[in-house]
């Protein structure tokens, strides 16, 4: 069976997957009967014949008359939304919801709902109708229903209609640094950017030059053992982060290491120390910063020290226990985790395995414990130094498909598939990010708590929280194992709740949360993160009026959004004035059409950003150069310029990524490459190549250039 039937449609309707869509050109494409069969199968749904189709579809329809409640309910503050109750037909029914706080509501009312009987499994069910009370708070709630001697419980999540903005965001707005932490090193770090290094930037840029925020990439865990994935956006978890960034003379039990062990962890920082423009070595940095953090663990820590580091424990509950599980014996047994004796492949069948790990799986929960300290050192500092914001953390899109998550979260993530994105204008193959994507329909059986879990860690400590791929809280791009990233379908999830429960979080932490909304978007997803209080996420080269084609004018742009013009995807402004991201996708064969062409569009397109900036006054003729070939030293000028240029709109979050502030050039990273080109391993350089440390910054003239340009505007 190859063919779109009717049935196989309706099925694949019924879950979410998308049988046709538009593509970045606004072409009609109709997805192939092969990948819509194998991402049911990935949810567990035969489709490989019309008996199995039709099977599925009646158990589809009679999955919700078989529950008393629904798996869950997401409202908002102030809606009173109906839900179903599923009884035997003529029986009574009790509904009643117990708070957050464990107080009852009692008062649902019954409303007329006149449906009849479904016969399920031999059963005659009825089905009721229930409002909810009016006033219920923001929170995590149940909703309980009892009929004789059933019972069944439900999440309730009562989220905000709107995230307001802090009130300084209100009225005005705020700048900031985007910076790349492990690329941002200071001349006490090993080798790599570290948590006190970033606190430093945001204590400095908040104090001295007036920044409101510093936005860094995801901090998020990596592998335990070497070889350490170098992309941020590939972790092993979302949930907790990467000891990589501990700073560990902060830790206080430092202080009592013994004189000989304290020469060790020198001997082990100072060769690290020695900033080059070399590609960064995390395998390096992580040797020796294990071994050092081995050692501080070791030291008795005081009652007071032990009692808040239980403390954590006991909040983080049993996620922590089972990534530090993960780590233990990911040290043990290597990676991937799909290798493991079989008994270790499954997180609920390690008992023993704990007992006989104790010690190093406890090692792994006090280097969480420790970057909980140092995050909270971070963003203390950056509010101390006037800073609205302070420190935005990324969220990245998903996970490894051998990492922490994958193993812990089986049962809610995907398997046989990986996450991704269709072509558009900059990745025109398409991108696979081998990433297996949430499950919705196992999210919403989990109660979205693996979600919730993982936004309280990423927020317990920030002012903002960037969200990466944004609309894959919508609908996401699922590529079926075997298949290219054009074979792929959107599958869609429920944004309600999604979009709700991020809005939950974000107000109970105080943040700001950005939505990175690129790429091919459906024009109603913007419009409703605006209403829900969402920034979303503005790249100057790529905003186009749609009218004319040329660039998008000031006045045009967003005001509920983060405004910058360049993004870690593409090579720093002084680069790509250069044309560099059209030399180097030629390079490594990325490029859907002649090099020609690209570079001729490229060049006009440049050019029409040039006349933009020269027509408003922000920039002299002379300051263009008129071949992008040499763009030196006008590159700088014309750097400048854009970023007035971003002071003329209305957005009300301006992001200046650090290296246009210094004069850097190279790529941070190419989507649709792995090996091809050295993602996220550039350090941070001038415009001369030349390696630049935290203590520099003060010091760049360029730097300053840029931001009283900033401020200025």
């Not at 082990?268 to 663990?297: N, S």
């Not at 979600?451 to 990423?458: E, H, I, P």
């Not at 060049?603 to 408003?616: G, H, I, K, P, T």
Request: glycine content about 8%; some cysteine; aromatic content about 8%.
């Amino acid at each position: 069976m190859t063919e779109l039937t009717p049935e196989l449609a309706e099925l694949a309707a019924e879950y979410g997957i998308a049988t046709e869509y538009r593509d970045w050109r606004g072409r009609h494409i109709r997805v192939p009967a092969g990948t819509i069969r194998a991402v049911l199968a990935a949810l567990d749904v035969d489709a490989s014949t019309p008996e199995a189709i039709r099977r599925a579809l009646h158990e589809h329809r009679l999955a919700g008359w078989r529950r008393m409640l629904p798996l869950y309910l997401v409202t908002r503050a102030g809606w009173t939304p109906y839900f179903h109750v599923h009884v035997t037909h003529g029986d009574p029914v009790e509904v009643w919801v117990t708070l957050e706080d464990g107080t009852e509501r009692r008062d649902l009312v019954q409303r007329e709902h006149n449906v009849p009987p479904v016969e399920v499994d031999g059963r005659l069910v009825g089905e009721a109708a229930f409002d909810l009370p009016g006033g219920l708070p923001l929170g995590w709630h149940t909703l309980h229903a009892r009929s004789g001697e059933t019972s069944a419980t439900a999440p309730l999540i009562v989220t905000p209609d709107r995230l307001e903005l802090p009130a300084p965001l209100r009225t005005g707005r705020a700048w900031g640094f985007m910076t790349q932490l492990y690329a941002t090193r200071s001349r006490r770090s090993w080798g790599i950017g570290d948590l006190v290094d970033l606190a430093d930037l945001a204590r400095w840029s908040g104090a001295e030059l007036g920044a409101g925020f510093v936005l860094v990439n995801p901090l998020h865990a990596a592998e335990p053992v070497p070889p350490v994935e170098p992309s941020p956006y590939l972790p092993t978890t979302r949930r907790f982060f990467n000891p990589l960034y501990i700073r560990v003379e902060e830790i206080p039990e430092y202080a009592y290491l013994r004189v000989v062990e304290q020469a060790r962890v020198y001997e082990l920082a100072e060769p690290l120390r020695r900033a080059t423009a070399d590609l960064l070595d995390r395998d390096a940095a992580w040797r020796a910063k294990r071994e050092a953090l081995w050692l501080v663990y070791q030291v008795p820590r005081t009652p007071g020290r032990q009692a808040a580091f239980e403390l954590f424990k006991r909040r983080e509950g049993q996620g922590l226990v089972d990534f530090a599980t993960w780590c233990a014996l990911a040290e043990e047994h290597g990676l991937p985790w799909q290798r493991w004796p079989e008994e270790l492949r499954d997180p609920e069948a390690v008992a023993k395995a704990r007992e006989q790990h104790a010690e190093p799986i406890d090692f792994h929960c006090w280097l969480q414990w420790v970057l909980d300290e140092q995050l909270a050192a971070a963003q203390r500092a950056a509010r101390a130094a006037g800073m609205p914001i302070g420190i935005m953390h990324d969220l990245a899109v998903g996970v490894h498909a051998e990492g922490a998550d994958a193993w812990a979260l089986q049962d809610v993530l995907a398997r046989g598939i990986t996450a991704g994105a269709p072509a558009d204008a900059f990745n025109q193959q398409g991108q696979d990010w081998s990433q297996p994507p949430w499950r919705p329909d196992r999210l919403a059986e989990a109660g979205f708590v693996p979600y919730r879990d993982m936004l309280r860690t990423v927020l317990r400590h920030a002012g903002g929280i960037r969200v990466d791929h944004v609309i894959g809280l919508f609908r996401l791009w699922w590529v079926p194992r075997g298949m290219t990233p054009a074979d792929g379908t959107y599958v869609r999830y429920d944004h309600e709740a999604l979009v709700g429960i991020l809005a939950l979080e974000a107000h109970r932490a105080g943040a700001v949360v950005v939505g990175e909304d690129l790429g091919t978007v459906e024009p109603w997803v913007r419009d409703y993160l605006r209403e829900r209080g969402l920034l979303g996420t503005s790249i100057l080269w790529f905003e186009r009026d749609q009218a004319t084609g040329g660039p998008l004018r000031p006045e045009h742009w967003r005001a509920l959004c983060l405004g910058t013009v360049t993004t870690h995807d593409l090579p720093p402004t002084a680069g790509y004035l250069a044309g560099e991201h059209v030399a180097l996708r030629e390079r490594l064969g990325l490029l859907a059409r002649p090099v020609a062409e690209e570079q001729a569009e490229d060049l006009a397109w440049r050019q029409a950003w040039v006349a933009l900036l020269e027509e408003l006054g922000l920039l002299r003729p002379a300051g263009a150069p008129s071949d992008g070939e040499n763009p030196e030293p006008g590159a700088a000028r014309i750097v400048e310029a854009l970023h007035r240029f971003l002071t003329r709109t209305p957005c009300r979050l301006l992001g200046v990524a650090l290296p246009d502030a210094v004069g850097d050039r190279r790529t941070q990273n190419q989507p649709g490459t792995k090996d091809e080109y050295p993602n996220w391993r550039i350090p941070l350089t001038d415009e001369h190549g030349m390696p630049v440390t935290l203590e520099d910054l003060p010091r760049s003239a360029r730097l300053r250039s840029l931001v009283n340009a900033l401020r200025e505007g």
